[in-house]
């Protein structure tokens, strides 16, 4: 059973910048796509990023794209997210999954139901 675990959140001013790392406390998850969704208070659980196994393809929501990269190091077994140019609706939880795919289509990756592991979440809060 693969577990995954987050790190890196935490209070940052607006305009700042995070990383976050999600890396798995049993098993590889070096062979599946992965990607970061987030949950604000009151709101549905939504998309973020996804990274193919090879970390060759990505897709971003519209809301992060350009400020945000999604990336990995399968010799490290670790997925990364890079957050720059925060904004305070950038503040959520943020939760790490992965896949039991080794890549999902734009529109699957966008879906959590197409993510098998996910782990408890990292809190991100920009202040304005």
């Known amino acids: 059973q693969v577990q995954l675990v987050e790190s890196g959140g935490g209070l940052v001013q607006a305009g700042g910048s995070l990383r976050l790392s999600c890396a798995p406390s049993?098993?590889?998850?070096?062979?599946?796509?992965a990607g970061w969704f987030r949950q604000a208070p009151g709101k549905e659980r939504e998309f973020v990023a996804t990274v193919s196994a090879s970390g060759t393809s990505t897709t971003y929501a519209d809301s992060v794209k350009g400020r945000f990269t999604i990336s990995r190091d399968n010799a490290k077994n670790t997925v990364y997210l890079q957050m720059t140019g925060l904004k305070a609706e950038d503040t959520a939880v943020y939760f790490c999954?992965?896949?039991?795919?080794?890549?999902?289509?734009?529109?699957?990756?966008?879906?959590?139901?197409?993510?098998?592991?996910w782990g408890q979440g990292t809190q991100v809060t920009v202040s304005s």
């Open positions: 049993g098993g590889l998850v070096s062979s599946y796509a």
């Open positions: 999954a992965v896949a039991r795919r080794f890549y999902l289509g734009t529109d699957a990756a966008r879906s959590p139901a197409h993510y098998v592991y």
